[in-house]
């Protein structure tokens, strides 16, 4: 998941936003495991990610994308914990409004057609937007966006804070190109949508719980989606649309007292929570100390979200 801030541009010196820092915890989940063994040296792992590391736009520049170091002021483009790795994939964008660029070009071209008497042409209209736009460049604003993902050796999986498939394709597209190899597939073969639907109509698997939302879908082609939420999902008028042939799309799940979240058909994970049982374990660690603080959350987060990815494995009869 991309989180985002906004800088003015260096030529605007009276302002000043700060960069707004990464969040450890995850919010959504995408998952992958790994088609052949995955290992990799430390040493080597630097020196790949080197090759992507993030530099700013420069002033012609519309968009610049690359690794930086999950701890601020950290030398090495990953962190390492116990066999867990993470990474942070940033991402600059200038934002330059089709307005602004539309508007110079109507008055450019006004004052060519009146200079000349005659209709700018189309190619030069293009031209000269173009031109336009390498003009105001370096005095854009700047989009900045984060997405972080964690690989962990020991259960050769990859997960990716991202609410979308694209989302999580950019960061995997920039980690292959880095490493020059990445053999990963989605968690799910197929879609879970019947599993999910039993889950309601039958019984939810310890240590899962329902909480009270869901999304049905009909398994026609047009068929209607009912959404559902602070709603009993074993009420009698919920389980009427499962009768009438629609199934569990997304569900809300309590996990072990743990997390909470919503488990969609291809077993991506939503609104990712983690209740209080969790977080107080690294509350002791004072703010200021922002490196020990993001390691240890980093340790306790990949360790329940592997409990929770081995859970689903199990539960799904998901097969290597």
């Given amino acids: 998941m991309f989180c985002r801030c906004y800088a003015l541009s260096p030529h605007f010196s009276n302002f000043k936003i700060n960069q707004k820092a990464n969040i450890m915890w995850f919010k959504n989940l995408k998952l992958y495991r790994f088609t052949s063994e995955f290992k990799i040296d430390d040493e080597t792992l630097q020196t790949m990610l080197e090759s992507m590391t993030f530099h700013p736009c420069s002033s012609q520049e519309t968009a610049s994308m690359g690794f930086v170091s999950p701890i601020p002021k950290a030398e090495n483009l990953y962190h390492k914990a116990n066999l867990d790795y993470l990474f942070c994939l940033k991402r600059e964008q200038k934002l330059l409004p089709a307005s602004v660029v539309n508007s110079e070009l109507s008055l450019k071209i006004g004052e060519i057609e009146l200079d000349t008497g005659s209709p700018v042409p189309k190619k030069a209209q293009k031209d000269l937007k173009e031109e336009i736009t390498q003009r105001l460049l370096p005095r854009a604003f700047s989009k900045f966006g984060h997405t972080q993902g964690f690989i962990s050796i020991d259960q050769q999986i990859l997960i990716v804070d991202a609410s979308s498939d694209s989302s999580a394709e950019v960061f995997l597209a920039c980690l292959r190109k880095a490493l020059g190899s990445l053999p990963v597939v989605p968690l799910a073969k197929s879609q879970q949508q019947q599993v999910l639907t039993n889950w309601v109509v039958d019984k939810t698997p310890a240590p899962f719980e329902l909480m009270d939302e869901a999304e049905f879908q009909s398994s026609a082609e047009d068929g209607g989606i009912i959404r559902c939420k602070k709603q009993e999902l074993n ?44 977080k107080e374990q690294t509350e002791d660690i004072p703010k200021e100390e922002v490196a020990a603080k993001i390691d240890a959350d980093f340790v306790l987060f990949a360790n329940e979200t592997k409990t929770l990815v081995k859970a689903l494995q199990d539960v799904f009869e998901l097969s290597e």
């Fill in 235 to 278: 009420a009698d008028e919920v389980l009427s649309h499962i009768e009438a042939g629609k199934l569990v799309h997304k569900l809300a799940v309590n996990y072990d007292e743990k997390l909470t979240c919503i488990i969609e058909d291809d077993l991506s994970i939503k609104r990712l929570k983690f209740t209080d049982i969790v």
